[in-house]
């Protein structure tokens, strides 16, 4: 049981960092192990912003190995080395915590090639890469999380998070959603349920050059997705594809740059509810999380089996 | 095991047709014996006073504290109770054992009033996943939407959503009747055993799968039939009560009843044709 919230303003910006935060925090009792978000923030849209870890948050309940922050430093150094011999020019850094970090950088090259060189160092992983997308994702509910990166203070148009409870694989940031949609920019995927073929698809993409950071189920819809569009679906059809391809039972959120979309499996067997306006989508696991950003009566429904939705903003 | 032992002077109980034996030993059974008052008393229920009214705000209270809170109001005889700011909380209103009239302003979360034994809810608003679950008497009615698993194994009473529900609506349902004003999602009557549900719009894929019996009416489109599953003429009985039904629920009242699809079970159960009526609720 894990709980998914994503709220997308269509036409204006807002505190997209405290509303999901808010939404969250009231799904924590479904996923109390890490909290991820996948913010779409006012940014001035010219650098991308890369944020990455060089090692595993091993404070209370991971299941990760304790490393010295030494290690960190290093591995650091080693990215910052990659960064120049890939001509890549780092505009703005920041050390969040002394195992992530968030760089500004201006790079026109293929992203899927400067990725497998970044990820080659030992224990270096991009979290994500776009030029809105803000990707975190650390141990802790959601308030401890958004105080801990200061999410409070994000605008933005939309964002999609994910509350976990570790079933499939250990309680590390590795592991926490929401996954970036590598090698796109600005894509991202949180998800509830259990996949049921991820090693079969796994094999297949891996074979296609595709690449898994972790052994989560919920990574492969990240994966799954991005493979149907770098041969040229769309978002949208890539999602509705994705109801065969993949199996078992989910409900996913997936966002892009402009767009946020939802998609349930044909057993409805996860559950989601959708408050839709002119203004403002918000959808999650329990009606409460909605409720928590709109505290006044308004209309909800639960989408139906095999329902694909995308939004723009 | 017990001695048996027959005993000559009837008690109140046997002469009622009750039971004829009398268990005696260390494994001796106790048999209701309407000869005590004290068997009348229904564990956990109030006599209360529907005249008596008050309002109950629980948007600061988490739904354990409004649950007892209501349990509280109750006991002091409050027959009609109007929760303000339920907010979608879960398991708001379970465990109601005897008459009330229940009234939400606004919309409950999971479980809502699940396991409730008489009272008359109106929620004037939404409800999620599993409403009114194991509801054994009363009447419940939604104005607006529902989620999945509504009125998940209700064995009794009345449960009407004037909106669309979800998937697995009444899933495992073992009586009463369900009443879906609008859609519903895949999988309704899903292994349902007994009862009838009531579906005025469209309903999803696998329909009323591995059902062992009960009955389901849908007045649009059916996605698919589940395994098990079949459809079945409608009679003049099955109108008049689906007409009668609506006409309770206040929803449908220029509904073409007679034009609806009626599904039962087309499973043969192991030597359940050869059962009694009794003995078929018995058996499933």
């Known amino acids: ?313 | 095991m017990a001695n048996l032992k027959t005993t000559e002077k009837k008690t109140k109980a046997q002469s009622m047709g009750l039971h004829t034996e009398v268990l005696t030993g260390k494994t001796q059974q106790k048999f209701f014996n309407p000869d005590e008052a004290e068997n009348f008393y229904y564990w956990g229920t109030y006599d209360v006073d529907f005249n008596k009214r008050i309002d109950l705000d629980v948007n600061d209270l988490d739904c354990k504290e409004a649950n007892k809170k209501i349990d509280e109001l109750m006991s002091q005889g409050y027959g009609t109770i109007v929760i303000k700011n339920p907010q979608g909380k879960h398991s708001l209103g379970v465990g109601v054992l005897n008459k009330l009239n229940l009234i939400f302003e606004g919309s409950l979360g999971y479980f809502g009033v699940g396991s409730i034994d008489g009272p008359t809810v109106r929620i004037n608003g939404r409800v999620g996943w599993s409403c009114a679950e194991n509801m054994m008497a009363g009447k419940v009615v939604i104005e607006k939407n529902a989620g999945s698993c509504f009125g998940a194994a209700v064995r009794g009473g009345d449960l009407i959503c004037k909106g669309s529900v979800g998937a697995r609506t009444g899933i495992d349902q073992k009586g009463g009747t369900i009443i879906v004003g609008g859609d519903a999602g895949a999988f309704t009557g899903f292994m349902m055993q007994r009862g009838r549900i009531i579906i005025l719009g469209n309903v999803g894929i696998n329909l009323g799968d591995s059902m062992y019996d009960g009955t389901i009416y849908v007045g649009g489109k059916i996605g698919s039939f589940g395994s098990d599953a079949i459809e079945s003429p409608m009679t003049k009985s099955d109108v008049d009560w689906i007409k009668r039904k609506l006409k309770v629920a206040e929803i449908g009242e220029n509904f073409d009843v007679s034009k609806m699809t009626k599904v039962v079970a087309g499973k043969k159960l192991w030597n359940y044709d050869a059962l009694e009526p009794t003995e078929k609720k018995g058996a499933i």
């Open chain 1, 1 to 313: 049981m894990c709980g998914i919230a994503g709220l997308i303003h269509r036409g204006k910006s807002s505190d997209v960092g405290n509303e999901l935060q808010l939404m969250l925090q009231a799904l924590k009792h479904r996923g109390p192990d890490s909290t991820g978000y996948a913010l779409y923030a006012d940014n001035d849209g010219e650098n991308f912003i890369m944020r990455f870890k060089v090692g595993e948050n091993v404070g209370e309940g991971s299941t990760s190995v304790n490393e010295d922050d030494s290690v960190y430093d290093k591995r650091k150094e080693l990215v910052d080395q990659m960064l120049k011999n890939l001509n890549a020019t780092v505009v703005k850094e920041e050390k969040l915590t002394p195992y992530s970090y968030r760089y500004e950088m201006k790079y026109d090259q293929d992203l899927m090639e400067f990725s497998k060189k970044i990820e080659s160092i030992e224990s270096v992983e991009i979290l994500s890469i776009g030029k809105s997308l803000e990707l975190i994702k650390d141990l802790g509910d959601a308030q401890a999380v958004s105080e801990r990166y200061d999410l409070g203070k994000v605008k933005g148009t939309h964002g999609i998070g994910h509350a976990r409870m570790a079933t499939e694989s250990g309680v590390d940031i590795k592991s926490a959603h929401p996954f970036w949609g590598y090698p796109f920019s600005d894509v991202s995927v949180v998800h509830n349920g259990q996949l049921t073929n991820y090693w079969n698809n796994r094999r297949v993409l891996e074979n296609k050059g595709m690449r898994f950071m972790s052994e989560c189920d919920s990574e492969l819809i990240a994966v799954y997705l991005a493979e149907k569009m770098r041969n040229g679906a769309s978002l949208e059809e890539g999602m509705k594809d994705s109801l065969s391809g993949l199996d078992g039972v989910f409900t996913y959120f997936v966002a892009t740059k402009d767009s946020l979309g939802m998609a349930k499996d044909t057993m409805a067997a996860k559950p989601l509810v959708l408050y839709e306006s002119d203004d403002l989508v918000a959808m999650g696991s329990e009606e409460i999380a909605i409720r928590s950003i709109l505290p006044h009566e308004i209309d909800t429904y639960d989408p139906f089996d095999g329902e694909v939705k995308v939004w723009q903003i």
